[in-house]
């Protein structure tokens, strides 16, 4: 009498990788998109905030601050915030990612000169 043996074949097993491996294939983009987007809402919210920081330092010493740790304000992590303008009549910044490159969002309030791609007053605005 012969045994009979219980298991997988060799060539079962490849199907099962390969089928994973294609699967993995397809989901890791979808992933990497998905984290992206959640670095540009960090930007934008970094933005924000950094709104609320600015009018309350307004209205303690009537200017706006082009220096962030006058402003008591930490943008999130990995986030690069720059007030490239600011005096008593308003001010402008951008913020960038380095794993959201090229993404980058701007904001400008005031009679301020506008900075792409910010073309409203006080909107947030991302290229």
Not at 40 to 67: F, P
Request: aromatic share 10%; with cysteine; charged share 15%.
């Amino acid at each position: 009498m012969r045994q009979r043996r219980h298991g997988f074949t060799l060539i079962e097993l490849l199907i099962v990788v390969v089928i994973i491996g294609i699967l993995a294939a397809i989901a890791v983009p979808k992933f990497q998109s998905t984290k992206g987007k959640a670095y540009v809402a960090s930007m934008k919210s970094d933005l924000r905030n950094l709104a609320v920081a600015e009018e309350g330092y307004y209205y303690d010493h009537r200017i706006y601050s082009t220096i962030l740790d006058s402003l008591s304000f930490s943008p999130s992590h990995g986030v690069i915030l720059t007030i490239v303008q600011a005096d008593s009549s308003g001010w402008s910044a951008t913020s960038t990612h380095p794993n959201a490159y090229p993404h980058m969002c701007a904001v400008f309030y005031g009679s301020i000169t506008p900075v792409a791609p910010a073309t409203v007053d006080g909107e947030v605005a991302c290229q």
